[in-house]
């Protein structure tokens, strides 16, 4: 995607051959600042600190991660010390899992010596993979958008919400609930999005915005409460939403906030896809309320708010009063029977065991 006309991905590798980098996210939109990346200690501060967010790309910053580590150390000792380093940064996406996983059964069998320069391939192949999944998305999405346009009078919009960011920049390129949009705005289709600011961090407000208005995609930023009153006055004709870890059975764990859209979706007749790469799929757990762990982040990202001064500069302000507490879990999951349908690299289909498991048989069998 694009940045003031510039093609960018949210990571990539230094000139130097041994360094990462990225755009810090929590800079934007106001300031656009690459960041490079060394060491271990660095990328895991990077998805903890949400320089880089988004289950997808918090899964290809941890393999970048463990490569990092073996350029520094390729010990036993330090693959495992690096790997429980970066798992540790963010508990409810399973995508840094997933990657740590498949690094660590490609790295384990091998010599000391040839660790950094497999990791640092494999972790490249993990990023172009990112992509191509999520042009599959893109592309399987495309023609739920464009069935949806059938039916509307020639030229009208599709009238899309989206919630959180599960563009381009939670990824390494295209998103996953994005990627539809974007093939469908492409395709000539006229499409509209309606972006949930996403409090308390504002990923919609802040990134969803930027990167749609980067590309040209009209929409229109709500606030996270307006979804329910737009759906029933017959103003959205379909939610997609990313997903943080979906189970085998369906369930989607995602931004908080997800579980309520999809609930005014079910009672206004409105489908709820969810754009679902399959890294992003725990094929290990079934009940998503029971077994997720839910991050609790920080109550100042509840009791602050940032933003741009009159003065060009950014600044954070207290919006509650001092002696106020505050909670934030920062997902929550929607059970699968609210879920219309899963927009897959392999195709949409059903949330539930069934499809899931016909869909990614050879998953089923690791277990993971
Ligand atoms: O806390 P964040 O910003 O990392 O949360 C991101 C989301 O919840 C996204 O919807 C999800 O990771 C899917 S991204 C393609």
Same mark, same amino acid.
């Given at each position: 995607m694009?940045? !003031?006309?510039? $093609?960018?991905?949210?990571?990539? @590798?230094?000139?130097?051959?041994?360094?990462?980098?990225?755009?810090? =996210?929590?800079?934007?939109?106001?300031?656009?600042?690459?960041v490079s990346i060394a060491d271990v200690a660095g990328a895991a501060r990077a998805i903890k600190d949400m320089q880089v967010r988004g289950a997808p790309l918090i899964g290809v910053?941890? $393999?970048?991660?463990? %490569?990092?580590?073996?350029?520094? !150390? @390729?010990?036993?000792? /330090?693959?495992?010390?690096?790997?429980?380093? #970066?798992?540790a940064t963010r508990p409810t996406a399973v995508n840094q899992q997933w990657a740590i996983a498949a690094m660590t059964r490609l790295l384990t069998p091998l010599p000391p010596p040839?660790?950094?320069?497999?990791a640092f391939d494999r972790a490249g192949e993990i990023a172009r993979d990112d992509v191509a999944l999520c042009e599959a998305i893109g592309v399987h999405g495309?023609?739920?958008?464009?069935?949806? %346009?059938?039916?509307? @009078?020639?030229?009208?919009?599709?009238?899309?919400?989206?919630?959180?960011?599960?563009?381009?920049?939670a990824t390494v390129d295209w998103g996953?609930?994005?990627?539809?949009?974007?093939?469908? &705005? !492409?395709?000539?289709?006229?499409?509209?999005?309606? *972006?949930?600011e996403t409090r308390p961090r504002n990923q919609g407000a802040a990134l969803t915005a930027f990167e749609l208005g =980067?590309?040209?995609? @009209?929409?229109? *930023?709500?606030?996270? /409460?307006?979804?329910? &009153?737009?759906? =029933?006055?017959?103003?959205?004709?379909?939610?997609?939403?990313?997903?943080?870890?979906t189970t085998a059975s369906g369930d989607v764990c995602n931004k908080i906030g997800t579980y309520l859209k999809? #609930?005014?979706?079910?009672? /206004?007749? *409105?489908p709820f896809y969810v754009a679902a790469p399959s890294p992003s799929i725990d094929f290990s757990i079934l009940d998503g309320r029971r077994e997720i762990p839910i991050e609790i982040r920080s109550a100042a990202e509840v009791t602050h708010i940032s933003g741009l001064g009159a003065d060009?500069? *950014?600044?954070?302000?207290?919006?509650?009063?001092?002696?106020?507490?505050?909670?934030?879990? %920062?997902?929550?999951?929607t059970p699968a029977r609210l879920v219309t349908g899963l927009i897959t690299e392999r195709g949409v289909i059903a949330a539930d065991r069934a499809a899931l498991a016909k869909a990614f048989p050879e998953r089923i069998s690791l277990r993971g």
């Open positions: 694009r940045i !003031d006309g510039e $093609a960018f991905t949210t990571i990539w @590798p230094g000139a130097d051959g041994t360094s990462i980098n990225i755009i810090d =996210q929590t800079r934007l939109p106001h300031r656009f600042e690459i910053m941890a $393999a970048y991660g463990l %490569a990092l580590a073996m350029r520094a !150390d @390729p010990s036993d000792d /330090n693959l495992r010390r690096a790997s429980a380093t #970066l798992a040839a660790r950094f320069k497999a495309l023609s739920l958008i464009d069935a949806i %346009a059938a039916r509307k @009078p020639s030229g009208a919009a599709v009238n899309i919400l989206t919630h959180c960011n599960a563009g381009w920049l996953t609930a994005t990627a539809p949009i974007y093939k469908a &705005h !492409d395709a000539g289709l006229n499409v509209h999005v309606f *972006v949930d =980067q590309h040209g995609v @009209p929409h229109t *930023v709500i606030a996270d /409460n307006a979804g329910g &009153h737009l759906m =029933q006055h017959g103003e959205i004709d379909l939610v997609i939403v990313g997903t943080d870890r999809a #609930l005014a979706a079910f009672d /206004n007749g *409105v060009g500069e *950014v600044a954070t302000v207290r919006l509650t009063p001092k002696g106020s507490a505050a909670l934030n879990p %920062a997902f929550d999951v």
